[in-house]
């Protein structure tokens, strides 16, 4: 009964050291098993962050292209009002003063 009782306690023992032993390995990988698990969860929000700046590039991009048609033709437009002011201004002028605006016009060519 005794030496049943000692081999209990080993054994206990020995499954108590070998848990200990088991914890304290946890404990030592901890830090690099929660550096690889940072490292890919890094990795995958850097992904998602790069497609959404990929798919807003892309709408950017179309959004430009619009403000640059949309420009030139407001540009057209206004090229051509100033085309017409300039040419009811010379009209003006050439009643007022045609000798003056006859000689700009002759150096202008």
Same mark, same amino acid.
């Given at each position: 009964m005794a030496e049943q009782k000692q081999n209990n306690a080993n054994i206990f023992l020995k499954l108590? &050291? @070998? /848990? $200990?032993?088991f914890i304290g390995f946890l404990v030592f990988m901890y830090p690099f098993i929660a550096n690889g698990v940072n490292n890919y #969860? @890094?990795? !995958? +929000?850097l992904n998602a962050v790069n497609q959404l700046n990929?798919?807003?590039q892309k709408a950017s991009a179309k959004k430009l +292209? !619009? /403000?640059i048609k949309k420009n030139e033709q407001k540009s057209k437009k206004i090229n051509? /009002? #100033?085309y017409? /002011?300039?040419r009811i201004s010379w009209g003006k002028r050439w009643? $007022?003063?045609p000798r003056r #605006? +006859?000689? *700009? &016009? !002759?150096? *202008?060519r």
């Amino acid at each position: 009964m005794a030496e049943q009782k000692q081999n209990n306690a080993n054994i206990f023992l020995k499954l108590f &050291i @070998a /848990l $200990m032993f088991f914890i304290g390995f946890l404990v030592f990988m901890y830090p690099f098993i929660a550096n690889g698990v940072n490292n890919y #969860v @890094a990795q !995958k +929000e850097l992904n998602a962050v790069n497609q959404l700046n990929q798919s807003n590039q892309k709408a950017s991009a179309k959004k430009l +292209e !619009k /403000l640059i048609k949309k420009n030139e033709q407001k540009s057209k437009k206004i090229n051509n /009002l #100033v085309y017409h /002011l300039s040419r009811i201004s010379w009209g003006k002028r050439w009643r $007022m003063y045609p000798r003056r #605006v +006859e000689s *700009t &016009i !002759k150096s *202008t060519r």
